[in-house]
């Protein structure tokens, strides 16, 4: 894929090889696959809530624990994220595909 003029891969799934290559484009580009019409701030707390967590510890983080840390249950997160938490939102974050996500 292409995005302002860079070239950035994307594995089987369409999820990022690069954690480095996300950017905004990035986000609204999946946004637009994954059925979210509109990034909201909850969006976004469960966007950077996700990167962080990536940053510090190098995977993503369980379901659980994504729902503690953003506050959120795991039906606002299916609200915001149709596709779900692994396939939805960890690709907006631009995670790597986290394991045992089918």
Avoid at 60 to 74: D, E, H, I, Q, Y
Avoid at 85 to 102: E, H, M, N, S, V
């Amino acid at each position: 894929m292409i995005m302002n003029g860079k070239e950035i891969e994307l594995d089987e799934d369409g999820f990022l090889l690069n954690p480095e290559d996300w950017d905004e484009g990035v986000v609204e580009y999946f946004a637009k696959q994954e059925n979210v019409s509109e990034l909201t701030d909850k969006h976004w707390e469960v966007i950077h809530y996700l990167r962080d967590y990536f940053k510090q510890f190098g995977i993503a983080p369980m379901v659980r624990k994504l729902c503690k840390g953003s506050g959120m249950t795991l039906k606002e997160i299916y609200e915001l994220f149709p596709t779900g938490p692994a396939k939805g939102a960890c690709k907006l974050a631009g995670l790597p595909k986290p394991t045992g996500c089918i």
